[in-house]
């Protein structure tokens, strides 16, 4: 296959809906997982096409690869890209597409900035992902394409690739939640798929020790935020109080844990003094960190 068929293959690829299902191993590359990975790399001085391609991708569902940018405002980007062609008036010109993209705040720990999909940079355009906006060449921004494809930084931004997850293997000895009768704390451990009245749905992610002390993680499906869970069990083996930490607000949850398989709980949650419904659906992680 001659560089200009896969370039075009490549990016024929990236479009199609199949980039979705890989979703959460996409997600859970938080900010922190995000700088640990590049204080273990080096900043490169370009990307390419070819280069790019020796990159192992996220999952095995993932046909991209993700890079990973440190922008000019000092915030931290994760990114799947994909190189290809469009026809121009002359010759076909190169093009990055940018399948999806996070901004993380440097100043306040996994809350972002921007965060959007599917944008197609154009060679001699530049993209600021402080701001999420495509921008020209010579308006400061992150990273700019050249007429030969070649992905740069721009100023004090820095480049790098992730090769392969950079999350730890999910323990394949996890505790079955249904291999006993009654509730035990640990019965609330995992992710589960929260959706609080229709309005707010995101990934919960839970740890219970044998006291019944709860800790974790929320990520937001809208903002791609992630924020401190705490908690614990309450009056009842299957009755959970959390406080979900937000950055000016704490809002609560009395879950209540499904006593026959514990496949999910539900109950009602309280942010500035309004009381709303919710319902959490228990999620099984492969491995590589996707959802079953």
């Known amino acids: 296959m001659t560089a200009f068929l896969r370039c075009v293959a490549l990016l024929a690829v990236a479009a199609l809906p199949q980039v979705l299902h890989a979703a959460d191993v ?20 370009q990307l390419s096409l070819d280069a790019a391609g020796m990159l192992k991708t996220l999952s095995p569902r993932l046909s991209s690869p993700c890079i990973v940018v440190k922008t000019n405002d000092g915030n931290w980007v994760k990114a799947l890209v994909g190189w290809g ?32 999909k599917d944008v197609m940079l154009f060679a001699g355009f530049s993209f600021d992902f402080d701001i999420g906006q495509v921008v020209p060449a ?5 990273v700019q394409l050249d007429e030969k494809g070649l992905l740069k930084p721009l100023g004090k931004a820095e480049i790098y690739g992730l090769d392969g ?3 730890p293997p999910a323990d ?3 505790a079955d939640p249904s291999d006993h009768e009654g509730v035990l704390p640990r019965d609330f451990s995992g992710t589960w798929q929260l ?5 707010w749905k995101g990934e919960l992610e839970l740890l219970l ?25 309450s009056g009842a083996p299957h009755r959970l109080r959390l406080q979900l930490h937000l950055d000016n607000a ?14 999910a709980m539900a109950g009602t949650t309280t942010l500035a003094e309004r009381t709303f419904g919710f319902h959490a659906a228990r999620a099984k992680v492969k491995k590589d960190g996707e959802k079953e």
């Open 26 to 45: 996409f997600d859970r590359h938080t900010a922190d997982v995000l700088h640990l990975a590049a204080t273990r790399g080096k900043p490169l001085p």
């Open 250 to 263: 704490t809002q609560t949850f009395d879950a209540y844990l499904w006593t026959s398989d514990k496949s």
């Open 138 to 142: 010579e308006f400061g921004g992150d």
């Open 209 to 233: 020790d044998d006291a019944g002390k709860a800790t974790g993680t929320y990520r937001s499906d809208d903002s791609k935020s992630s924020y401190e869970v705490s908690g614990r069990i």
């Open 172 to 174: 394949e000895e996890a």
């Open 85 to 116: 062609f469009r026809k121009g008036p002359d010759k076909p010109v190169p093009v990055l597409l940018i399948e999806r993209y996070v901004t993380y705040r440097s100043d306040r720990a996994n809350s972002t900035t921007a965060n959007g």
């Open 195 to 199: 959706n609080v009245d229709g309005r």
């Open 165 to 167: 997850s950079q999350l």
